[in-house]
């Protein structure tokens, strides 16, 4: 240490160090508060973008017959097609954000009858639907883009309003709807269309109605095959003509039997057909004429007033109170309800078959169809002269008639079968006229379609003939007939079939009247 000489000033060195800076807390900062910059503008992009979406990315399109409403929802990828109140289903068809929502709102009844009036319409029906679900789903497609960037753009002025914002957001919302769009390309699974998942009623929709694929096919084929069923009608009749007379030197009243046409335009188109070269005096229907009861099916009611003959009518429990309407106001047409009328000189009643099969609950407590038969016993009993027939919907309404009535005709098996009842009376349950409508295409073995021309004495009504009709199902063109007369006097054990119209040993059967 160096000591100054007395009385001389003191001098001191002072060295002060200066820490060394950080380079973090300057560009750091500067990163983090980018990076915190960026993650709100894109925040702001999607909320928007979402909200966007949600409140005005929906359309409004016809698809076939339905009037639908179709929007993108951030379910997760695949699309679900609600069809209120029956339920939904969904295909997990692809990936994403987003899924495709499609809601059955309605059934235009104008396009309905257009379809149900119109053959080449039905048939073209599944490419249509696949046409006008494209078209609804690339107007969706860009409407949802329009409503994702507007939202994003209107979202981020009001946040940050900065007038650069805007352009930030309009930006990462099109990347963003961009690569949604390319994720639900890239995972796209056609395959998955064949594998629905069903919720609600539609749970039994398989089992109802099977693979739609399948009936659409037969269907086509079918129809392809109708000309050939009806025009071979006139062969058919031209081999009636040389069979023996059916009343013999006496003329006869000829009833038409009709059943379970269950919308089938060839059943119709058989009716007439029928009617027209046999000559019949009236036509008897025990039900069914539709499906489902719904006023759409109805369009084909009006073939009843074009055939210039009484149609005799009971309602089936595929048949509403708005198709017995229908039916009562079509010109000729006679609705039995437990009620009588008189058809070429001879009385005949009818009952309708209590239930309703498409709205179990719509009717509430019904009669039981025991009831049924019993109060149209009572009403048969009633008449001034006694009834030539009866006519119900289902066998099981027959059994009280039994020895009242000589003849019941009845339907809803689509099993033709001819039965002699313990007291005597003859129960004719016919066939399907409609080869059980679409549910006839299911099967390995289609439903022909069927009807009897029934001859009755004029005098008492006594049964003495009847011509069983059949025309071969889907891919036949086969028609054939059977006459079998009723012998005058026979016993119940003369007259047991096996329900097809034969014997035990297959010769033709001859029930008793």
């Not at 009636?240 to 038409?256: E, K, M, N, R, Y």
């Not at 335009?265 to 719904?294: E, H, K, M």
Request: hydrophobic share 40%; charged share 20%.
């Amino acid at each position: 240490m160096r000591e100054d000489a007395p009385g001389a000033p003191v001098t001191s060195l002072v060295v002060v160090s200066e820490p060394t800076a950080s380079p973090v807390p300057g560009r750091g900062r500067r990163w983090v508060r980018a990076a915190g910059r960026w993650a709100s503008r894109l925040l702001v992009a999607v909320g928007g973008a979402l909200v966007g979406i949600l409140l005005i990315g929906r359309v409004e399109a016809p698809i076939g017959p339905f009037d639908a409403s179709l929007s993108f929802t951030p379910t997760g990828g695949g699309a679900t097609v609600e069809v209120p109140p029956l339920g939904s289903l969904a295909v997990d068809a692809y990936d994403g954000p987003l899924g495709l929502d499609v809601q059955l709102r309605r059934v235009d009844e104008a396009r309905i009858q257009a379809l149900v009036s119109d053959p080449v319409r039905l048939d073209g029906l599944v490419d249509r639907v696949s046409d006008d679900l494209r078209a609804a789903v690339v107007r969706l497609a860009w409407t949802t883009a329009a409503a994702g960037v507007g939202g994003a753009v209107l979202t981020s002025l009001l946040v940050f309003r900065r007038r650069r914002e805007p352009l930030v957001a309009a930006g990462a919302s099109v990347l963003l709807l961009a690569g949604t769009a390319g994720l639900g390309a890239a995972t796209w699974r056609p395959e998955a269309l064949s594998q629905p998942t069903y919720t609600g009623l539609l749970v039994n929709a398989t089992s109802l109605i099977g693979s739609a694929e399948d009936i659409v096919a037969r269907f086509s084929a079918y129809r392809a095959s109708l000309e050939d069923l009806v025009t071979n009608v006139g062969t058919l009749y031209s081999t009636l003509s040389a069979l023996p007379a059916p009343g013999g030197p006496t003329d006869t009243v000829a009833l038409l039997h009709v059943s379970d046409i269950h919308l089938n335009p060839a059943g119709f188109d058989l009716v007439r057909q029928v009617a027209d070269q046999f000559g019949v005096d009236a036509v008897l229907d025990t039900g069914d004429i539709t499906d489902w009861g719904s006023e759409p099916e109805n369009q084909l009611i009006s073939s009843i007033g074009q055939l210039g003959v009484p149609y005799v009518y009971v309602r089936g429990n595929h048949d509403s109170a708005i198709t017995a309407g229908l039916v009562a106001a079509q010109p000729n047409a006679t609705v039995l309800d437990d009620s009588a009328t008189t058809v070429a000189g001879l009385t005949v009643v009818g009952a309708r078959d209590p239930r309703f099969t498409p709205d179990k609950d719509a009717t509430g407590d019904t009669e039981s169809l025991e009831q049924t038969g019993e109060d149209l016993a009572e009403l048969a009993e009633e008449q001034p002269e006694p009834p030539a027939l009866a006519m119900v919907h289902d066998p099981k309404q027959a059994p009280p008639l039994d020895g009242v009535v000589p003849l019941v005709l009845a339907g809803h098996t689509h099993d033709r079968e001819v039965e002699t009842l313990d007291g005597g009376t003859l129960l004719m349950v016919q066939g399907s006229t409609g080869g059980a409508g679409l549910r006839g295409l299911q099967g390995e073995y289609p439903e022909p379609l069927t009807c009897t021309v029934l001859y009755l004495d004029p005098e008492d009504g006594a049964l003495v003939a009847y011509d069983d009709i059949t025309l071969g199902g889907l891919g036949e063109t086969e028609a054939t007939i059977v006459r079998t007369v009723v012998p005058e006097e026979t016993t119940p054990e003369d007259a047991g079939t096996d329900g097809d119209g034969t014997d035990g040993d297959g010769a033709p059967a001859s029930p008793t009247g």
